[in-house]
């Protein structure tokens, strides 16, 4: 069974920039969707960047398009989430998570079955 574990979280000011790390044991069979999801206090979890294995069909929200990328490491077998000019509504626990078919529409949390355990990231003004 695929195990996710999240790195790469901190504090940072508004204008900084974090990379996101997601290592994964096991095999990841393709294609799967690989997703970075947050959650910030009080707010239900939502689905920020999108990538199906192998594949370059990429998927951001709104709020994150033009500061945001995903990318993936298949011989690292680890998924990443470059984030750039970060603001304080980026502040959440970001999430790694993976789904057994390709992305499709927007995320939702029930098309994954595989997730990481979080790692917090802090945007201060």
């Known amino acids: 069974q695929v195990q996710l574990v999240e790195s790469g979280g901190g504090s940072v000011q508004t204008g900084g920039s974090l990379r996101l790390s997601c290592v994964a044991s096991g095999v990841i069979y393709a294609p799967s969707c690989l997703a970075w999801f947050r959650q910030s206090k009080g707010n239900e979890r939502e689905g920020v960047a999108t990538?199906?294995?192998?594949?370059?069909?990429?998927y951001y929200a709104d709020s994150v398009k033009g500061r945001f990328t995903i990318s993936q490491d298949k011989n690292k077998n680890t998924l990443y989430l470059q984030m750039t000019s970060l603001k304080p509504e980026d502040t959440a626990m970001y999430y790694c998570?993976?789904?057994?078919?390709?992305?499709?529409?927007?995320?939702?949390?029930?098309?994954?079955?595989?997730w990481g355990q979080g790692t917090q990231v802090t945007v201060s003004s």
């Open positions: 990538v199906t294995t192998g594949r370059d069909d990429y």
């Open positions: 998570a993976v789904s057994g078919a390709s992305c499709w529409s927007r995320p939702r949390v029930g098309y994954f079955s595989t």
